[in-house]
């Protein structure tokens, strides 16, 4: 496109700094394997400072749910529970479409008519600035039995996971994950809920307790901490740097992403850009670049439909996870369709520009000439 060669020594992407060293700012997340780089757009204090810590938490996060060495099951279509054997705990997490968590502590019922529970419910900012309040709210829910409802659906456990019966408990507000080792538990369970005593022996423990004091009691309530403040800003600036590198430069200085380049950089209020569409029904139906992977790889999308709409996709796994609608911008001429497959093994990538024929020749026969299809391998 009309960018690259219009600046030579551009200001920095983000911060607009002319004076610092620019340095080498991975598109894709170098610990996904992200081969594909900004040379010349992102000085050395965004880079490191500030985006270091981003793409930290985005790759825990987005790792959590990818990487097959990670002991997890799904709990449902749309709730991964996983096992932290950190803190001996099982926990659910999932985002809803807009990007807002949705966790699922334990509850172990075992303990429940016997002790007390000591729960720890960890939240960031973006959650809920009041943990207390938070925490009274959870008590005041698990009691009110009317508005619980129970769903026994899992089973499938591996035979080195420790022993459970994961229910999944609903309120108006929350989805928890109450964890029975037997039948007469989970009557218990369903005892104290009608009771309206499930959440009545439940106590916040005090913030400052040291994580030892959970791991020593198996079967207590998960520790979930994300800030997903900090993931949503690492998704948006991954977009604007692939505009940047498959739109030119000047397509992501657009005065339109002005909004975006500020809020990866200093965040605030969510833009309300970046829609979660891992676990959502929307994935059901892959993407043009989900379809393209193997199941190992990984890709970025930037595609604009015929009203000039751009957005970018990423894909982890092969399977689709986020979407970045960026808007309308002249730089993004309707009907662009750009995608780039990223092998994390070999540390390569693919571009494949629809525009071009050719291009797309060229990665469907580099694949034939390494004995790869797309998918075939899942
Ligand atoms: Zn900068």
Not at 71 to 97: H, I, K, Q, V
Not at 119 to 135: G, H, L, N
Not at 139 to 166: G, Q, T
Not at 220 to 242: H, L, M, P
Request: include cysteine; aromatic fraction near 8%.
């Amino acid at each position: 496109m009309d960018g690259a060669s219009i600046m030579t020594s551009r200001p920095c992407l983000y911060c607009g700094d002319t004076s610092r060293k620019k340095t080498k700012e991975h598109v894709l997340q170098n610990s996904f394997g992200g081969s594909m780089t900004l040379a010349e757009d992102v000085c050395t204090d965004c880079n490191s400072v500030v985006f270091d810590g981003l793409d930290d938490e985005f790759v825990r996060y987005a790792k959590s749910i990818f990487d097959p060495n990670m002991r997890r099951r799904m709990l449902r279509e749309n709730l991964t529970l996983s096992f932290d054997p950190g803190w001996g705990a099982w926990y659910a997490l999932r985002l809803d479409n807009s990007l807002a968590p949705i966790v699922c502590p334990q509850i172990a019922i075992a303990s429940v008519f016997t002790d007390p529970i000591d729960v720890r419910f960890s939240f960031d900012k973006v959650m809920d600035s009041d943990p207390e309040r938070t925490f009274d709210t959870i008590v005041a829910e698990l009691c009110a039995p009317s508005a619980i409802k129970l769903e026994f659906d899992v089973r499938h456990m591996e035979a080195n996971d420790p022993p459970l019966h994961p229910i999944v408990v609903r309120t108006a507000h929350k989805t928890y994950l109450a964890v029975a080792g037997n039948d007469d538990e989970v009557q218990t369970l369903r005892e104290l809920i009608s009771d309206g005593k499930l959440g009545s022996g439940l106590r916040a423990m005090p913030r400052e307790q040291p994580r030892e004091a959970f791991v020593e009691r198996p079967r207590v309530v998960g520790v979930v901490r994300r800030d997903f403040e900090k993931i949503e800003r690492a998704i948006v600036k991954t977009a604007i740097n692939y505009v940047c590198k498959v739109a030119g430069p000047t397509a992501a200085r657009a005065p339109e992403f002005e909004a975006m380049r500020q809020y990866a950089l200093h965040g605030g209020a969510s833009l309300g850009c970046v829609t979660n569409v891992y676990g959502t029904t929307a994935s059901s139906r892959s993407s043009a670049a989900g379809e393209l992977c193997l199941t190992k790889e990984h890709a970025l999308m930037l595609s604009s439909n015929a009203d000039g709409l751009s957005v970018v996709l990423l894909c982890f796994a092969g399977q689709d996870f986020c979407a970045v609608t960026l808007g309308h911008t002249k730089h993004i001429p309707a009907g662009t369709l750009i995608i780039t497959v990223f092998d994390p093994e070999r540390r390569t990538h693919d571009v494949i520009d629809f525009a071009s024929p050719r291009c797309v020749w060229d990665f469907v026969n580099a694949r034939k000439l390494r004995g790869l299809s797309s998918r075939s391998d899942g």
